[in-house]
């Protein structure tokens, strides 16, 4: 097999998403046009970013195995968000590289602690990902009851919206290059051959836990980055709706293709599942549900969720045995 015909056959699990994407993006033509205009764009950037790093959380952790899905980004954004506004910014520790420093830290120290308890204490990593989600969503309460405070000065302009060249879309761009460079790497390879067949992956001389607690690290920082363009989006702090990004973040990686038994996934996917939840979401708000437009959309999300994961299953059950 030639090298371009591995990388058709390794990246084919694309074309699902590709395609939903172009049909997607022509009816947000035809039903919002203004969209592709270049405010249009550049809203969307700012409303989508925060959904595409939550996105690009849960692969590498996925693509890792075992079931790994991180029920917990949207609380640990959440929780990064409130604790921002309000033990940062309101004692006046406002400079960027606190804001960012502190993001990504927390993100990954959350991780890390996640990968200990799943990795050492043997306990499944839905349950692990499930308390957390629990724990952090009372403690962001605690911390904040309810949504208030603001960001600081720098981050206020942040969230018009007004430019495809925002500091938001930067910070987008600097997350795919993180994972770029994570691709270019042997970890990749690692975290691919762990996912996909762990005890292979174990005799070929990958060091499993390594890898494993890498991926969460690498998750954490993107949690990170997600909490402060979730920040710059609203200027201020919220703790509850961190907690509603767990959902479309899933569903979009599995509308991404990922493979929630792990060793498939990557940015691609993750990005255009993404995209796709929000062009849904999009076009679900141009039809009125009067009352229960709240609820129409949670339907539609959790139909497509359980649509992609057969669409997955079956792209699996024909591929043939090597």
Request: aromatic share 8%; glycine share 10%; with cysteine.
């Amino acid at each position: 097999m030639s090298h371009s015909q591995r990388l058709l056959a390794q990246y084919r699990y694309l074309a699902v998403p590709c395609a939903l994407f172009f049909a997607l993006a022509v009816l947000a033509l035809l039903r919002t046009p203004n969209l592709f205009s270049f405010s249009g764009l550049a809203g969307a950037v700012l409303v989508a970013t925060p959904l595409i790093l939550c996105t690009l959380a849960l692969t590498p952790t996925v693509m890792a195995g075992r079931g790994t899905v991180d029920l917990s980004v949207g609380p640990l954004m959440g929780f990064i968000n409130v604790t921002l506004i309000a033990w940062l910014t309101k004692n006046g520790v406002t400079h960027p590289i606190a804001i960012f420093g502190w993001a990504m830290m927390v993100g990954v120290l959350w991780q890390i602690g996640q990968a200990l308890i799943i990795i050492h204490v043997r306990v499944a990593p839905i349950i692990v990902t499930l308390s957390s989600y629990l724990i952090l969503t009372g403690v962001n309460l605690l911390i904040m009851q309810r949504a208030g405070g603001l960001a600081p000065d720098w981050m206020m302009s942040w969230g018009a919206g007004i430019s495809l060249l925002s500091p938001v879309s930067f910070v987008l761009l600097g997350a795919i290059a993180l994972w770029f460079l994570f691709w270019r790497s042997a970890f990749h390879t690692h975290l691919r051959l762990t996912g996909a067949d762990e005890r292979m992956a174990y005799t070929a001389g990958v060091k499993i836990e390594t890898v494993r607690i890498g991926a969460h690290i690498l998750s954490g920082v993107f949690v990170g980055l997600a909490a402060v363009s979730y920040t710059a989006l609203i200027s201020s702090g919220d703790p509850t709706q961190g907690s509603t990004y767990t959902l479309q973040a899933v569903t979009a990686l599995v509308l991404g293709g990922a493979s929630l038994a792990g060793g498939r996934g990557g940015a691609i996917g993750s990005i255009l599942g993404a995209l796709n939840m929000f062009l849904i979401a999009n076009l679900l708000a141009t039809f009125n549900f009067g009352t229960i437009s709240g609820s129409a959309t949670k339907l539609a999300f959790g139909l497509i969720l359980i649509i992609s994961l057969l669409v997955n299953v079956l792209a699996v059950s024909r591929v043939p045995a090597r």
